[in-house]
């Protein structure tokens, strides 16, 4: 394999990276070319200086491109560090983009490449790769093939729900007194005596109003007010952007008597709906609009050929009443000698 390093985003290569993300060990949006693109102008809304620096690695076999580790290099628990775009707090699920065949391969010169091309780094420092990706025991075995320490740790719960294409069959799967919970508050806000219904962003002229007012929402819980800084709300903004143009965009809203109660922000991308973040108006408690929306969405999953109803990281008691199942995101640690 041929490796290259690259200092700037490879643009010549965005149609090649997202189909090799087709094929790769990990398919999860926020290893797409446009997001990790998006994320790198602002840093992850101000989550790292500007002083940080792009280290890219692609690596290619007989004129094609095999793998790509979409790496930064920066200071982290106060030594010099190599992390994954998208690390730590934004991004989800992160990983290598490489195809199975040919990650044992490709780690293997990964490895010695970086020690050579970046010779000022301690330690490779990938966060929230699933418990189930193949490259944690490659990389293990990668590392210990060339005598460099290996630890790995679990991060944080990332629940999900497996969906059955019925919302009927959905229910019947929970546990009863939840179903009977759901069932009572999307009733009670259908014969509610005000108007109530959920609606979907699709016109790019109401893109702008409705981030904002996405936003607006969030911003009525006092922690995540704290956390929409001004570069985090424009990181936010870009990636809704983003979502929107490449057609994976679900911001989804529970309007009550012509006002916007709760939002979500998901990706329907692939046969999956990706839960990212939510919004909340407190004045309209009494609708119980946070879980009407997610019963709403949930029904609209089962309908619409989504698979997987991904809540992805955080262990809220809510994501365990409607249904959903552990699994972790981990964080992998290859120190060099």
């Not at 290996?150 to 929970?174: C, K, M, N, V």
């Not at 981030?211 to 936010?236: I, V, Y």
């Not at 009407?292 to 991904?310: I, M, P, S």
Request: net charge negative; with cysteine.
């Amino acid at each position: 394999m041929q490796y290259t390093l690259h200092t700037t985003f490879p643009e010549a290569l965005k149609a090649d990276w997202n189909a090799l993300l087709d094929e790769s060990v990990s398919h999860v949006p926020f290893l797409r070319y446009e997001y990790l693109y998006n994320w790198w102008q602002t840093r992850g809304g101000g989550e790292w200086p500007e002083e940080s620096r792009l280290a890219i690695v692609t690596a290619s076999e007989n004129g094609r491109l095999v793998g790509i580790a979409p790496l930064f290099r920066a200071e982290h628990a106060g030594r010099p560090a190599l992390l994954l775009l998208g690390s730590i707090e934004v991004s989800d699920y992160l990983d290598l983009i490489v195809r199975p065949a040919d990650l044992a391969a490709f780690l293997d010169g990964l490895l010695p490449f970086l020690a050579e091309a970046l010779p000022d780094w301690q330690a490779l420092n990938l966060y929230n790769l699933l418990d189930s990706s193949p490259s944690l025991p490659a990389l293990q075995a990668a590392a210990s093939a060339r005598g460099w320490g290996f630890r790995q740790e679990q991060l944080q719960h990332s629940p999900y729900i497996p969906l059955p294409g019925d919302w009927e069959t959905y229910l019947a799967g929970i546990d009863k007194k939840q179903r009977h919970e759901i069932r009572r508050k999307m009733r009670r806000a259908e014969e509610s005596s005000v108007p109530v219904g959920w609606s979907i962003t699709r016109d790019p002229a109401d893109l702008e109003a409705d981030m904002e007012s996405f936003l607006d929402l969030m911003s009525q819980d006092p922690e995540k007010a704290a956390f929409l800084t001004p570069a985090m709300r424009k990181h936010m903004r870009a990636t809704m952007r983003c979502a929107f143009e490449e057609g994976c965009l679900q911001l989804a809203f529970l309007n009550i008597d012509g006002k916007r109660a709760a939002g979500y922000l998901n990706f329907h991308y692939l046969d999956r709906l990706w839960i990212y973040n939510s919004g909340l108006d407190r004045s309209f408690g009494e609708y119980s609009p946070g879980w009407v929306l997610l019963g709403d969405l949930l029904q609209w999953a089962n309908q619409n050929g989504v698979r997987e109803f991904d809540f992805m990281r955080g262990d809220e008691e809510y994501k365990y009443r409607f249904g959903a199942v552990d699994r972790f995101v981990m964080r992998a640690v290859v120190d060099r000698p």
